[in-house]
């Protein structure tokens, strides 16, 4: 039986500060590094990008669980 799709978007930028929750010191700067059919796929691509950037304290990148957004409620067996 094939798996479920789940969109995952991978995001990131130089962050304000590393105080508070996330956010961008520059909007229209922000990374689209992609979008992943798995949370596996994503973690690849942030990881890439993550090491890429590791220089920068303050670039950071996210995946973030687009399906969640697509289909509100539903949730997928990861715990993350």
Known sequence: MP??????LVIGGELKSLEGPPEFKDVS?????????SY???????????QATVDNA???YFVL???????????????H
């Open 58 to 60: 303050l670039m950071r």
């Open 65 to 79: 669980h687009a399906h969640r957004l697509l289909t509100p409620g539903a949730d997928d067996d990861h715990q």
């Open 40 to 50: 596996e796929e994503a973690v690849r691509a942030w990881r890439a990008k993550a």
């Open 29 to 37: 700067k922000v990374d689209f590094a992609g979008a992943f059919g």
């Open 3 to 8: 798996s479920t799709q789940l969109l995952h």
